[in-house]
């Protein structure tokens, strides 16, 4: 009970992180190339970026110790590392969303402690935008090979 309820979560939540990602990427973008000044706006929208997948990520956790894919991947993890499918859910999604989550908190991290506005809108975005290609790469996407409907209940 517990696994198909933290997998809806966890496939509902992604909408909050690309959505807080989107929202925090427009503002370093523009606040870079507009050569603006940092602003609250600026730092909330990375809190809430972060914060975001931080969530998704430690909901992910949970899943990765509970998960049927996870556990058969682990009875032969030889044998899974030959399966395209375990692979991806055993190790390629959970790394490229590790490196997305400690990319995204660098990122909030230097352009906080940055002395200028353009340094913390230049690190912040540089970090944003890597972790943010990272998460897109790793989504398993309808049209992907190891697909996931885009909403629980819709597609599969």
């Given at each position: 009970m517990l696994f198909p309820f933290l997998k809806d979560?966890?496939?509902i939540l992604r909408?909050?992180?690309l959505l807080t990602a989107l929202w925090a990427l427009a503002r370093v973008w523009v606040g870079l190339l507009k050569n603006s000044n940092w602003s609250k706006?600026?730092?909330?929208?990375?809190?809430?970026?972060?914060?975001?997948?931080?969530?998704?990520?430690?909901?992910?956790?949970?899943?990765?110790?509970?998960?049927?894919?996870?556990?058969a991947a682990m009875a032969n993890f030889g044998a899974a590392m030959k399966d395209g499918m375990l692979r991806f859910y055993a190790v390629e999604h959970?790394?490229?969303?590790?490196?997305?989550?400690?990319?995204?908190q660098v990122g909030f991290s230097l352009s906080k402690r940055h002395g200028t506005d353009r340094g913390k809108f230049l690190r912040a975005a540089i970090f944003y935008t890597i972790a943010f290609v990272l998460i897109l790469a790793s989504i398993p996407w309808p049209f992907s090979k190891y697909a996931r409907p885009l909403l629980p209940g819709f597609g599969g």
């Open positions: 979560t966890h496939s909408w909050v992180v706006k600026d730092r909330i929208a990375g809190v809430a970026f972060t914060s975001a997948l931080n969530l998704q990520f430690l909901i992910g956790i949970v899943l990765y110790g509970i998960s049927p894919l996870t556990k959970p790394t490229m969303m590790f490196l997305a989550v400690v990319l995204a």
